[in-house]
């Protein structure tokens, strides 16, 4: 059973559009939500993170958004560019559980020029 | 400063075959986690080392899987005989000690038994 659910699985946009990749939890001892980014034949690259007291958190055109009571949070991504097409994960951790994380399945983006 | 490095990048072996996967952290990195993503599913974790002592191996798969980390620098994970469920890509990823920080990655071992 998953515990952390992403989707979409894959994702079209064009240049200059909007990408949201959404991702739900379960367990509520969940306190760090990080998003990474994968290129092919790179290893994930952390991206953005967010923690449950804030609602939502922005560096550049990346913008995370949390909503606690549904235990859902969010990646956007405004004025999608070409380079911005790779795989996306978001994850789970908590500090008492040694901040291992557990993944979503991953989304896969494609920015078309 | 240089990132996380692991190698092999790619290797293939056969079924019953031994192999050893190696991973040298960020200098200074106290925690050290292994992962591993096998085709068509999330990446999971496998175990997690801070300095030489492991904290958390609850995600080792079975006892054919052997991680250590000798003097608390590079990690290696030995997987001895190897299956053909074995095969996905493993990686590591260090972070600094202390909570809150954030975790970097290698490029990954892509690992395939035949």
């Known amino acids: 059973q998953q515990q952390v659910k992403q989707s979409p699985q894959s994702l079209i946009v064009q240049k200059g559009g909007i990408s949201i990749i959404n991702c739900a939890y379960e367990?509520?001892?969940?306190?760090?939500f990080p998003w990474y980014q994968q290129f092919p034949g790179k290893g994930p690259a952390l991206l953005i993170a967010i923690r449950p007291d804030v609602s939502e958190k922005k560096e550049g055109r990346f913008t995370i958004s949390f909503n606690k009571s549904a235990k859902q949070f969010s990646l956007h991504i405004m004025d999608s560019q070409p380079g911005d097409s790779a795989t996306y994960f978001c994850a789970a951790g908590d500090a008492g559980n040694n901040r291992k994380l557990i993944w979503g399945l991953g989304t896969s983006l494609a920015v078309n020029p | 400063e240089a990132g996380v490095t692991q190698f092999p990048s790619h290797s293939v072996i056969e079924k019953g075959q031994t192999v050893t996967l190696r991973c040298d952290p960020i200098s200074g990195h106290d925690n050290l986690y292994w992962y591993r993503r096998v085709m068509g599913k999330e990446i999971k974790f496998l175990l997690h080392f801070v300095k030489e002592s492991k904290q958390d191996e609850s995600g080792m798969p079975n006892n054919r899987f052997l991680a250590e980390r000798t003097g608390g620098t590079y990690s290696t994970l030995k997987v001895q005989p190897a299956e053909l469920e074995d095969s996905g890509v493993y990686f590591c990823a260090s972070s600094q000690g202390g909570g809150n920080q954030p975790q970097h990655f290698g490029d990954g071992t892509r690992l395939s038994i035949l």
């Open positions: 367990n509520t001892a969940f306190d760090y």
